[in-house]
């Protein structure tokens, strides 16, 4: 029977040693190109999320600001998007996260007025995600972020590997993983292992990876490109957000937006505060409702 390696022989094992031992040292270009060759030839672990989980979303805003459109939930439009760590300057991405306090946390709130969005993969719809570092995670601990109970199913394609065969595969996957959540200051190489990934399979929806700023908790760059063919909001609301300590956070003073109008313009029930609850949309919106 073939194996993982069979089908997609990673690089042998001496010379990604060697490539890996001299990245630091090397140019950006060749970094680049390390990065390149390891992400086409890597068997990427990709699952397709359907509807049920609900992410979020976080941004500052002023005191007396009530957001007017539904984009003012997501991403903004016009100019030229930065470069994150999950995207190279002009290729727009939405950050969200798996929990509120993981995006209060990247979103570096501290005594903020925020506004949160919940957002869901649509009822019949998938959005196919790669988690990063995901075989590095299932052969150190049993069971990868996002894999659940196909975590064995994939321990177990590892161990049908030749040993050299299975440690190139785990190196290049432990290195791509060191890569995304290791670079904190340009982003120069961190981006473009996303990009990378991006690019070796249009069908990729998002990019999957460990919060460098909330221990235990899991962000996504999701493609805003082709986001409405799988997405979702399901609540927004606004605010005050203080941080407590380690990443725990209370949260006071919320307003919801109660409903979307078919435009896209947020209703607001402004005043009437209602703490420690999502009101959810039913159904949930998305454009052409």
């Not at 009437?272 to 919106?285: A, L, M, Y």
Request: proline share 5%; glycine share 6%; aromatic share 8%.
């Amino acid at each position: 029977m073939a194996t993982i390696t069979d089908q997609f022989p990673p690089l042998p094992l001496d010379e990604l040693v060697y490539r890996i031992e001299n990245f630091s040292s090397a140019s950006l270009d060749k970094k680049h190109l390390l990065i390149s060759d390891l992400v086409q030839v890597h068997p990427l672990v990709s699952m397709d999320f359907g509807a049920g989980s609900v992410f979020r979303r976080a941004r500052k805003i002023d005191e007396n600001n009530y957001p007017s459109s539904v984009q003012d939930l997501l991403w903004r439009v016009g100019g030229v998007p930065s470069v994150g760590r999950a995207n190279p300057e002009g290729f727009p991405v939405l950050y969200i996260a798996d929990r509120p306090e993981t995006a209060f946390s990247e979103t570096h709130i501290n005594d903020d007025v925020v506004l949160l969005s919940e957002l869901r993969i649509r009822e019949g719809a998938n959005c196919r995600i790669v988690p990063i570092g995901e075989m590095l995670q299932i052969q150190r601990t049993g069971r990868g972020f996002l894999s659940g109970d196909a975590s064995a199913t994939i321990n177990n394609m590892l161990n049908a590997c030749s040993t050299d065969q299975a440690r190139s595969l785990l190196i290049t996957d432990a290195f791509l993983f060191k890569c995304l959540v290791g670079d904190d200051e340009q982003y120069l190489i961190s981006s473009f292992v996303s990009e990378s990934i991006f690019n070796k399979n249009r069908n990729i929806s998002a990019v999957a990876y460990p919060s460098v700023r909330q221990h235990g908790a899991i962000n996504f760059a999701v493609r805003t490109d082709d986001f409405w063919n799988s997405w979702s909001v399901v609540a927004a609301r606004r605010l005050r957000v203080r941080h407590l300590a380690l990443g725990f956070y209370e949260t006071t003073r919320t307003e919801h937006v109660i409903g979307i109008t078919a435009g896209g313009q947020l209703a607001w029930e402004k005043g009437k505060i209602e703490d420690n609850i999502s009101c959810r949309f039913e159904p949930p919106w998305h454009p052409g409702l």
